[in-house]
């Protein structure tokens, strides 16, 4: 029993949003109080402008808003940072990413901050940490990025606060679903059939039995106006 209850244990601490649990209980978990955690507007300015894949993930990630912080936890009933995201784009995008911050940050290509754009991931670092990856939050466009809070649950907080500018680590870009989201549609070429093209005004059909007195006419024609 007790060998049963320490494998447990040590399946928690791989699968959270660190890799160990004391960073839960850094301040960076806790920034960001001064938004309170509270769901933000509708719709942001660059909504309008999104590709349908990128809408998806930002409408599902606002999905998770007020979920509560339960450390190792990855559904709508508690999550931790690293859990929330894994899901987010496992239900948005059909997209697995690892479990931990550190795999995501190894998952990702590495982007410059001023380059962000929504769906990339923002990765942080803690005081105890060491410069080590331990929390992850999903960019979501104006300067902001959605995570989980231990304090607040899932909430949205500006990159610029002074916390996160401080321990900021490094962004980083999944590569599969920003190719599949920047795919364009292009109208399919569509194939002319020989019934589909116009037939000029100037060109009539006639059947085989009417030729002869057709071509009579026109040459009559032909004369006629030759001897006017």
């Given at each position: 029993?007790?060998?049963?209850?320490?494998?447990?244990?040590?399946?928690?601490?791989?699968?959270?949003?660190?890799?160990?649990?004391?960073?839960?209980?850094?301040?960076?978990?806790?920034?960001?109080?001064?938004?309170?955690?509270?769901?933000?507007?509708?719709?942001?300015k660059?909504?309008?402008?999104?590709?349908?894949?990128?809408?998806?993930?930002?409408?599902?990630?606002?999905?998770?808003?007020?979920?509560?912080?339960v450390?190792?936890?990855?559904?709508?009933?508690?999550?931790d940072?690293?859990?929330?995201?894994?899901?987010?784009?496992?239900?948005?995008?059909?997209?697995?990413?690892?479990?931990?911050?550190?795999?995501?940050?190894?998952?990702?290509?590495?982007?410059?901050?001023?380059?962000?754009?929504?769906?990339?991931?923002?990765?942080?670092?803690?005081?105890?940490?060491?410069?080590?990856?331990?929390?992850?939050?999903?960019?979501?466009?104006?300067?902001?990025?959605?995570?989980?809070?231990?304090?607040?649950?899932?909430?949205?907080?500006?990159?610029?606060?002074?916390?996160?500018?401080?321990?900021?680590?490094?962004?980083?870009?999944?590569?599969?679903?920003?190719?599949?989201?920047?795919?364009?549609?292009?109208?399919?070429?569509?194939?002319?059939?020989p019934?589909?093209?116009?037939?000029?005004?100037?060109?009539?059909?006639v059947?085989?039995?009417d030729?002869?007195?057709?071509?009579?006419?026109?040459?009559?024609?032909?004369?006629?106006?030759?001897?006017?």
């Open positions: 029993m007790n060998i049963a209850v320490a494998l447990l244990f040590s399946a928690a601490m791989l699968s959270s949003c660190s890799s160990s649990k004391k960073f839960a209980r850094d301040p960076i978990y806790d920034a960001g109080k001064s938004h309170g955690g509270h769901r933000p507007e509708p719709s942001y660059n909504d309008r402008n999104l590709d349908p894949k990128s809408r998806k993930l930002l409408d599902e990630a606002r999905k998770w808003l007020g979920t509560r912080y450390y190792g936890g990855h559904s709508r009933s508690g999550t940072c690293s859990g929330f995201v894994m899901e987010v784009y496992d239900r948005a995008a059909s997209i697995k990413l690892p479990r931990s911050t550190t795999k995501q940050r190894d998952f990702c290509k590495s982007i410059k901050r001023s380059d962000l754009d929504v769906g990339d991931l923002v990765f942080f670092t803690s005081r105890k940490g060491r410069g080590k990856v331990s929390h992850v939050g999903m960019y979501i466009g104006d300067g902001k990025m959605i995570h989980a809070s231990s304090s607040k649950g899932v909430i949205v907080s500006d990159l610029d606060e002074k916390y996160y500018v401080t321990n900021y680590h490094s962004s980083g870009r999944v590569t599969k679903f920003r190719k599949e989201s920047s795919k364009k549609m292009t109208p399919e070429k569509k194939q002319t059939t019934t589909d093209r116009k037939t000029p005004d100037r060109i009539k059909e059947k085989l039995e030729l002869d007195d057709v071509l009579n006419q026109k040459i009559d024609s032909i004369y006629s106006n030759m001897l006017d």
